[in-house]
T-cell receptor, first 112, second 114 residues
Framework: SQQGEEDPQALSIQEGENATMNCSYKTSINNLQWYRQNSGRGLVHLIL?????REKHSGRLRVTLDTSKKSSSLLITASRAADTASYFCATDAKDNTGKLIFGQGTTLQVKP | NAGVMQNPRHLVRRRGQEARLRCSPM?????VYWYRQLPEEGLKFMVYLQKENIIDESGMPKERFSAEFPKEGPSILRIQQVVRGDSAAYFC????????????FGPGTRLLVL
């Protein structure tokens, strides 16, 4: 099964609202990354949080990491229609090869 | 600094043909990763290469698939005798020498097998 699992699988909100997506994983990690993918496009890197960090901010994005619960959350504040996309968390394999293990993703729809 | 480049962006092949997908990493990046994304799914790791070396191919199907990253030129993912189940988006990512750093993804190649 996938290392990372996001929930919810799909989320629909109104513009201006906050969106929270969660990710759980199974094994120990060096870091966890969040990516965005617009429909039919490539992945855009959003933020990387290391295992010794608990919270990180980037613009309207806030990421938390709880290694004791093996979970992470991505919060998008004051959402915009342009935030409509799929969001994936990815954890690195502990073997330090750098390969990423992705979850199934959360599809976010922001209605104008 | 150009990002990760992949070509072609779209590729149509008939069953039994060969597909060649190319990836040029970001300047200064020496690690290349290939991932496959089936419709409505997340990405799955296929292979990790450094120049002239395959480091980890644990995600590659045992038959028909091969990858290389020569000393000169792009990394190539080769699929021989394609079948309909190979239809997917194939993404390449590159990272700097420390594999714990951020991976940057290319736009992907969307392969359609008829």
């Amino acid at each position: 099964s996938q290392q990372g699992e996001e929930d919810p699988q799909a989320l629909s909100i109104q513009e201006g609202e906050n969106a929270t997506m969660n990710c759980s994983y199974k094994t120990s990690i060096n870091n966890l990354q969040w990516y965005r993918q617009n429909s039919g496009r490539g992945l855009v890197h959003l933020i990387l949080i290391r295992s010794n960090e608990r919270e990180k901010h980037s613009g309207r994005l806030r990421v938390t990491l709880d290694t004791s619960k093996k979970s992470s959350s991505l919060l998008i504040t004051a959402s915009r229609a342009a935030d409509t996309a799929s969001y994936f968390c990815a954890t690195d394999a502990k073997d330090n090869t750098g390969k990423l293990i992705f979850g199934q993703g959360t599809t976010l729809q922001v209605k104008p | 600094n150009a990002g990760v480049m992949q070509n072609p962006r779209h590729l149509v092949r008939r069953r039994g043909q060969e597909a060649r997908l190319r990836c040029s990493p970001m300047k200064g990046h020496s690690h290349v990763y290939w991932y496959r994304q089936l419709p409505e799914e997340g990405l799955k790791f296929m292979v990790y290469l450094q120049k002239e070396n395959i480091i980890d191919e644990s995600g590659m199907p045992k038959e028909r698939f091969s990858a290389e990253f020569p000393k000169e030129g792009p990394s190539i993912l080769r699929i021989q005798q394609v079948v309909r189940g190979d239809s997917a988006a194939y993404f390449c990512a590159s990272s700097p020498p420390d594999p714990r750093e951020t991976q940057y993804f290319g736009p992907g190649t969307r392969l359609l097998v008829l």
